[in-house]
């Protein structure tokens, strides 16, 4: 599907410049220094650019590989510090959840941010559990990382890791730990502080980060309790592992200082999100991770892993609906009325009652994979609808036009400017129809 959305043909514009004009340092948008995020996303979809892929894989493919080699890290890491059936329940889960799948498709800074944050919080979890502080200068690499990704974000949520390790907060001020973070986080915001000046500070730090915390002018505010049906949707179809106590709160793992950390990051990141003004669903994908280490460690030591299991199959009919839902929700003149299909709502509950019956008894183990394929199955018969209803894409390729539409929403407009490599004017400004090409 073509680039969605008004960030992702934005983020992948400035990576393309960079690849073409070889300024690594100043982020540009169509020709103006553009400073609402860190490099890193823009120096992966540049590199990708620079090996020759297309417009629609560059941007792309650097963050499902990242996505790929998190999930890997998580198993080898959770092996290490519990078990590899432990491992197995949370990457598994983590790679079939819907937050996780969905943003590593698209072209956004939210997953290298979640990749990179919770790669430092699994790192960090020898120190405080063991006072074992070898992990801690690949920790703060990764915090760094994660700073380059989305800016003092990472280092907000990391703060209930420092206040649980309070006693011996000295071993992340040797050398190494502090090398290893200003060398991967701090060149950049100096090199583009020393070229840019106070406008990039102003921009960056007052109106892309303290500005969200409290202002409205960025037009993303939402009520307090957003996050609470926004983290259920990101965590389908694992959502029943929830309403299991057990599973939740294992006793025999509860009193772990690394249990108490991955909650602790949870509840405060979300709390931190809530209080927030504005708020958008990716802002919570750096929970998921912890979230599912400790879910997968509830599961992997309960009694009975069936039932919750056998419920998230059962919930994967809600796939046949949403086949419908979704691309429209993300349509220029959505509406949900048109969008809501309930034959395919009936018939996929229908499918799912005989399914959950006849695979329960093989959930523990099979679960993940009946998941994976019913998302593959999902990504088949959307993603085509979402390049036809969501992209600009399609437009760009039918007619090259020169101006764009009056009625078309900033998706389209800035999916238009992403394929056409520049500003086009408005059809009620050049006087012209949008099939005008210029071929």
């Given amino acids: 599907m073509g680039m969605i959305g008004p960030d992702e043909p934005r983020y992948a514009d400035v990576g393309r410049a960079m690849a073409r004009s070889g300024d690594w340092i100043t982020p540009h948008l169509w020709g103006q220094p553009w400073f609402e995020k860190p490099a890193l996303l823009y120096w992966m979809t540049g590199a990708a650019f620079r090996l020759g892929l297309g417009p629609d894989l560059a941007p792309r493919l650097p963050v499902a590989l990242l996505s790929l080699l998190f999930i890997a890290f998580l198993w080898w890491r959770v092996k290490l510090e519990w078990d590899e059936r432990t491992a ?157 106590p057990s599973i939740v709160f294992e006793k025999t793992v509860r009193r772990d200082p690394r249990v108490r950390a991955l909650a602790a990051v949870v509840l405060f990141g979300l709390v931190f999100f809530s209080a927030a003004l504005n708020k958008l669903p990716g802002y919570v994908v750096p929970l998921l991770p912890p979230l599912f280490v400790l879910l997968g460690l509830g599961l992997a030591r309960s009694p009975r892993p069936a039932l919750p299991l056998g419920l998230s199959v059962f919930l ?78 399609p437009m760009w390729l039918r007619d090259h036009p020169r101006c764009t539409p009056v009625a078309a929403t900033r998706n389209i407009h800035y999916g238009l400017f992403y394929y056409a490599g520049g500003l086009l004017p408005d059809c009620s400004i050049t006087n012209t129809q949008p099939d005008a090409s210029v071929r």
């Fill in 88 to 244: 197995w329940f949370a990457s598994t889960m983590l790679a079939t959840s819907a937050g996780w799948l969905a943003y590593s498709h698209v072209a956004v800074t939210d997953l290298p941010l979640a990749a990179f944050f919770s790669a430092a919080v699994l790192l960090s979890l020898p120190w405080l559990a063991r006072a074992q502080s070898s992990t801690l200068p690949a920790a703060a690499a990764c915090l760094g990382l994660a700073a380059l990704a989305k800016g003092l974000v990472p280092l907000v949520l990391f703060l209930p890791i420092f206040a649980l390790g309070w006693r011996r907060l000295r071993d992340w001020l040797r050398p190494a730990p502090l090398l290893a973070f200003s060398i991967c986080a701090l060149p950049w915001y100096i090199l583009c502080t020393v070229r840019n000046g106070g406008e990039f500070l102003r921009v960056f730090f007052v109106e892309q980060q303290f500005s969200r915390f409290g202002s409205s002018a960025l037009q993303h505010v939402q009520p307090f309790w957003f996050y609470l049906p926004i983290l259920l949707l990101l965590l389908y179809p694992w959502i029943p592992l929830l309403a299991f």
């Fill in 316 to 393: 994967l009919a809600l796939l046949l609906p949403a086949r419908t839902i979704a691309p429209g929700m993300l349509a220029p003149h959505a509406t949900f009325a048109a969008a809501i299909g309930i034959s395919s709502a009936l018939a996929g509950i229908a499918i799912a009652v005989v399914g959950a019956v006849l695979l329960g008894r093989l959930a523990p183990r099979f679960a993940p994979i009946f998941v994976a394929a019913a998302f593959l199955w999902f990504q088949f018969a959307t993603f085509p609808r979402f390049d036809a209803e969501a992209s600009a894409r």
